[in-house]
């Protein structure tokens, strides 16, 4: 299956001094990209790359990545448009070589395999795009309604509480529930 947004290169064509390249999704790309990550709509999506080749056919990504998309607030449901920016490593890593099943290291930088001498600089930049999308995202402004989404604390020292003082959290589903029939 063929990315939404693909920008290829030959691994072979990077020089040893590295090289830059700039990629930008277009029109149709941001369409396909919008429904792939649940968004209403990606309006922009760039990213500036500088290469570097390493050893044994790797090759070092150092991503520059800015898009602005439209996303559903979680409190308001209103759309609203945000800006996304985001610096990121990754390492290309010949097919033959990667190693899935190596212990992960958070710290370490992210090994993508690739085969036939070519590499995905937009593939790559759609999973980067889909890291720093905020999964409960909240329009500037938007504020909980008051009592909702509110969490009781646990008492500072369990002892002192009376038994059944809190109320139970479900409390309230239970009472929305009889109010129905």
Known sequence: MEAEFSRKVAVGRIAASGKEVTIEAEKAERVALARRLGLPAVHALSCRYRLTPGRQGEVLAEGWLTAEVEQVCVVTTDHF????AENFTARFVPAERFREDEDLDPEAIDEIPYERDMIDLGELAAEELSLVLDPYPRAPGSVLPEGVGHVDAPPANPEDEE?????SPFAALAALKKGSH
């Open 81 to 84: 448009t945000d800006v996304l």
């Open 163 to 167: 038994e059944g003082a809190r109320p």
